[in-house]
């Protein structure tokens, strides 16, 4: 009883003298929680009634959060509130964790008035605080050793009072957003009085200001340093990489800015005397250089690791083994690394992804490994690593994903090599793009586990049957394409469950439509394009395939199609085939119909209108005649593109009236009367031609209110008059065209000065989107493999192939007509044009000088006008003319001389008796000595003197003009002879061979000219 008397006293005492009031403490409190003091319980009250709470949590936080202030109130212990803790001594607040507590609103200004004055850890991350960060809060924090305000809204300079936290130990500032700042002045006071910090996280603070030189004046003591996504510029010193204790450091993201010409945070990784407790290291998205040093492999307690993206290059070294710990992703993708592959990495037990997409690294993969037993992921795609897939990367035990697409392997494992049963967890396998040959390995078809299998573009051979493709279970994508000695075979009374989604046989050896896959019940895209399948496809052959959405049987040898294959089809590619007769209309739900290049002959069938959905139509390069049907103009709301060129149609063109369409090809055929109106309504339209045809119009002015407008070509037609554009600011303009073909019709009066001003997309050296938005989020496409345009280049017409793929490709095309009149000077601010010409009219006065402004053009035409003067010196300024032709007009005087005016031949000039000079065989008048022409070249002179040095030179140009401006665009085809692009381009070849060897067995014989004088 006397012991328990003098305790009750000594606790009576102690209350007594650490409380702020003499109220007595209850007896749950001393069995639970010391009883906090009210001036800090309503303290803390206030603080809650200055905030308000959001209606759900910051979206940072899990669904567990709540918001912890919501049960505060003055008749409870406030050291039993929710985020609260005292000290069970002394009873006062030290540590408020409000993390994740829904709080909203501004810190006032007198915020520490309410926070407990001996608070040690203060935590108010993900919350949804603004504004500025209140200077008083940290003068009246100076207790603190943990204060995390991350993942608010924070805005402005962080104080410079944040240095008079000297007792911090962990500091975390992490922003949403990078208005929250920190200028040099300030950090560099904070890393000299913060000299217990061992954690610091400024992830998001903008730290552009900050030198990363200043990072050294950081406490030893660290042993986290978080820097992420700060805007660091400049080169860090290495030796931040060797802080004695440092164990996390994350200083990724500080890439440059594009558009400010900043490299953002270099440096080099020290390349010796680094022995560092680095457990995590993330330098990823930054900009350090150099090559990858041989003392990575002394980080022996890295766990994670993380450098990629950035400027290395090299080799990587081969010191993984002494990296036992580590764990996780290894990133080293799409970097400069060469050499051999570092053969260690695969003895790493812990690893999960291992990715070393688009490298140059080469060698073979070993035949034996102990390690990799948690791989999951292993992308080695875009190498050149060579020799045998291994048979061990089938039996690792986590192994889901193997990406060896684009590399150098030649063989498979054998079906010997690998274990039975199969036990591989393997998903996605990806082997395109190689040198494999021979049959493929029967065991891949037995994982069990696999649903993608890619073995496309290689030397695969042998057959593939039906029994083989039943096997997989859950093999969802098949993709064999691009191996030319590799067929397909079934058997029709087959009956088997295939589990394919997508199946790619294109360019195999196939010779027959696989009808015998039609029971594959979830089939929905097949692609059978160049192969062999010759014949029919017959209604038998057609009935099923009940999910098949994507069809392509483009470039084989069809010859007849009783029936689209499925009733649900989405896309439909039949392509340069050999189809004859009359054009089978298609099922409803197609969006896209691609049919052209056959033999198709007769009517466009009128239910083709019924494809509602329709978004892509090409019937081109057919035999397809009649009248376009009327309903074709609007029967899609969502139609894109419309091919109907090189066929037999006549009548006039139908109303278009779709809002979306921007595709219109109705060239090569018959078409008569005027352009229509309509297309006024077609707002996104890009592309226009309606060249060869009969239409009997004036110049369709009113397209110039079309805001997309890119490509216009009305060549061949019987289109007259004047071209008006007003002067007036409500005329209509063309700000975006950059090509417009009026050729070969009947357009008098002067060259339209005014529509020239208008031509915007010309005047300027860029590149344009093609992509035109149509709604807050769409963006549909020109289909650049379906739009082109034939152009003169030459004297070659040639098809010009137009999409995002190619470099703007700016012509403007007035030869051929009956324009009259000077050239105007406001053609040469034309500065983006490659193509001008406007020969064969009657166009009188000078070339302006002006035109040599235009140092982009590639080919100039002004032959066959009434042109005099001399020729302007000014267009040897334009050294990227291949092709110039100033022919049958009446030129005079001396031809300029010098860059590539010295490549153009006697085509060039001809029909000019006023012009001399080289390449004409007219020599300088005696009557003006002062300007005599170049001298002709012998040559017949020696080697070394200037003769075969001009001759090579000539040579050259000739091969440069002809090559560069023929390849201008892989889509040239000739179609003034019918001849295919094959032979046209044989012919090209076969001319330059020509020439080559000319002037080889040229330089043979002076030569031995030479050597036969020395003898004699």
């Known amino acids: 009883m006397g012991r328990s008397r003098i305790l009750f006293v000594f606790l009576l005492f102690y209350f007594g003298v650490n409380s702020s009031s003499l109220s007595w403490p209850s007896s749950s409190s001393l069995n639970s929680a010391p009883r906090c003091f009210p001036g800090e319980s309503s303290g803390l009250l206030q603080f809650k009634s200055s905030l308000s709470l959001d209606s759900s949590p910051s979206s940072s936080c899990d669904s567990t959060s709540s918001p912890k202030t919501k049960s505060w109130n003055e008749t409870t212990n406030c050291c039993l509130w929710e985020g609260v803790s005292c000290d069970k001594v002394t009873a006062h607040v030290i540590a408020l964790d409000l993390s994740c507590s829904w709080l909203n609103g501004y810190l006032p200004q007198n915020s520490s008035l309410f926070l407990p004055p001996r608070l040690q850890r203060l935590n108010l991350a993900h919350n949804h605080f603004g504004g500025s960060l209140p200077s008083d809060l940290l003068r009246q924090l100076v207790s603190l050793t943990h ?118 945070l270099t440096g080099f990784l020290p390349k010796s005397n680094w022995t560092s407790p680095l457990e995590f290291l993330d330098i990823s998205s930054c900009d350090f250089k150099g090559q990858l040093p041989a003392s990575l492999g002394n980080l022996t307690q890295i766990v994670s690791l993380n450098l990629i993206p950035n400027n290395f290059e090299g080799k990587i070294p081969d010191v993984f083994g002494s990296l036992k710990k580590l764990a996780g992703d290894l990133n080293f993708r799409s970097s400069n690394f060469r050499g051999p592959f570092p053969l260690t990495i695969f003895n790493l037990t812990q690893i999960t992804v291992l990715d070393f997409f688009n490298n140059s690294l080469e060698g073979e993969l070993p035949a034996h490994v102990i390690g990799l037993h948690n791989l999951e992921a292993l992308v080695l795609e875009k190498n050149q690593i060579s020799g045998g897939v291994p048979s061990w990367l089938f039996a690792l035990p986590s192994l889901k994903i193997l990406a060896l697409n684009h590399n150098k392997f030649l063989t498979l494992p054998t079906d010997d090599q690998i274990q039975n049963p199969i036990t591989s967890s393997l998903e996605e ?116 395939w009940e999910q098949l959405t994507n069809l392509d049987l483009s470039h084989n040898s069809l010859t007849g199609l009783e029936q689209y294959p499925g009733q649900n089809l989405e896309s439909v590619d039949i392509s340069s085939n050999q189809l004859r007769g009359p054009l089978l209309a298609p099922p409803p739900s197609l969006h896209k119909f691609l049919i052209s290049k056959n033999n198709l002959t007769g009517d466009i069938p009128t239910l083709i209108c019924n494809l509602t959905s329709l978004e892509v139509l090409d019937l081109s390069l057919n035999n397809l005649g009649g009248i376009i049907p009327a309903c074709l103009g609007n029967f899609s709301q969502s139609l894109l593109t419309i091919n109907l060129q090189m066929n037999n149609f006549h009548g006039q063109i139908p109303a278009f009236d779709s809002k979306k369409l921007q595709t219109l090809a109705l060239n090569d055929n018959q078409l008569e009367g005027v352009l229509p109106r309509s297309l006024v309504h077609c707002i996104f339209l890009v592309f226009l031609n309606v060249a060869n045809n009969k239409l009997n119009d004036t110049f369709p002015h009113w397209l110039g209110g079309l805001p997309n407008l890119e490509v216009i070509v009305l060549r061949a037609n019987r289109f007259h008059g004047p071209i008006g554009i007003g002067r007036a600011p409500s005329y209509s ?65 040639m098809e010009l192939q137009l999409g995002t793929t190619h470099p703007d490709f700016t012509i403007i095309d007035f030869s051929s007509n009956q324009f009259f009149g000077r050239i105007p000077e406001v053609v040469g601010q034309l500065v983006a044009l490659l193509v001008l010409n406007l020969s064969h009219n009657h166009l009188t006065g000078f070339i302006p000088p ?108 000739m091969g440069y003009g002809c090559g560069t401006v023929l390849g201008l665009s892989m889509g040239y085809i000739v179609f003034t002879t019918g001849r295919p692009w094959w032979i046209v381009r044989k012919i090209e070849r076969d001319w330059q061979i020509h020439v080559t060897n000319w002037f080889h067995n040229r330089r043979i014989q002076t030569r031995r000219r030479r050597n036969a004088n020395a003898t004699r």
């Not at 809204?153 to 962080?158: A, D, E, K, P």
């Not at 164990?247 to 953002?264: E, V």
């Not at 493929?440 to 049957?465: A, E, H, K, R």
């Not at 100039?860 to 291949?882: A, M, W």
């Open 147 to 264: 204060l995390n305000l991350s993942f608010n809204w924070f805005s402005g300079l962080i104080p410079s009072e944040i240095s008079l936290l000297s007792e911090l130990i962990s500091l975390d500032f992490s922003a949403n957003n990078y208005d929250f700042t920190i200028e040099k002045h300030s950090f560099d006071t904070l890393a000299r009085n913060l000299s217990k910090l061992t954690y610091l996280s400024f992830d998001g603070v903008n730290m552009s200001s900050v030198p990363p030189l200043s990072l050294l004046n950081l406490t030893s003591t660290l042993k986290r340093l978080s820097l992420s996504y700060c805007q660091l510029v400049g080169e860090l010193p290495s030796e931040v990489f060797r802080f004695p204790h440092l164990q996390y450091l994350d200083l990724s993201s500080n890439y440059g800015d594009l558009f400010a010409l900043n490299d953002g």
């Open 429 to 544: 396998i990806y082997l395109g793009s190689n040198q494999i040959h021979g049959s493929i390995p029967s065991f891949l078809f037995d994982l069990v586990n696999l649903t993608d299998l890619d073995l496309s573009s290689n030397n695969l051979s042998g057959v593939i049957t039906s029994e083989m493709l039943s096997k997989p279970r859950s093999l969802a994508t098949l993709d064999l394409s691009n191996n030319s000695l590799l067929s397909l075979s079934g058997r029709e009374t087959d009956d088997f469950n295939y589990s394919f989604h997508t199946l790619s046989f294109s360019s195999c050896n196939i010779s027959r439509f696989p009808s015998f896959l039609k029971t594959a019940k979830k089939l929905a895209t097949l692609h059978l394009s160049n192969n062999k399948i010759k014949g029919s496809i017959s209604k038998w052959e057609s009935n099923g």
């Open 850 to 957: 002006v035109l040599g402004h235009m140092r982009l053009v590639e080919s100039l035409d002004l032959s066959s006008n009434k042109l005099g003067g001399r020729i302007p010196p000014e267009l040897t300024n334009l050294t990227f003319l291949e092709v110039l032709n100033l022919s049958h007009n009446n030129l005079v005087g001396p031809i300029p001389q010098g860059k590539q005016f010295d490549s153009f031949d006697y085509d060039s000039y001809i029909g000019n008796p006023g012009l001399w000079g080289c390449p004409l065989p007219k020599k300088c008048p005696r009557i003006n000595p002062i300007e005599p022409p170049p001298p002709i070249i012998n040559v017949d002179q020696e080697d070394d003197d200037l003769g075969i040095s001009h001759i090579i030179w000539k040579v050259a140009a």
């Open 733 to 797: 303009s063309f700000p975006k065209l950059e090509i417009i073909d009026l050729s070969q019709n009947a357009f008098t009066g002067a060259l339209p000065t005014n529509l020239f001003k208008t031509l915007t997309a010309m005047k300027f050296e860029n590149t344009t989107w093609r992509c035109i938005r149509t709604g807050p989020t769409e963006r549909p496409c020109v289909d650049e493999k379906r739009n082109s345009v034939q152009v003169v280049m030459k004297s070659l017409q």
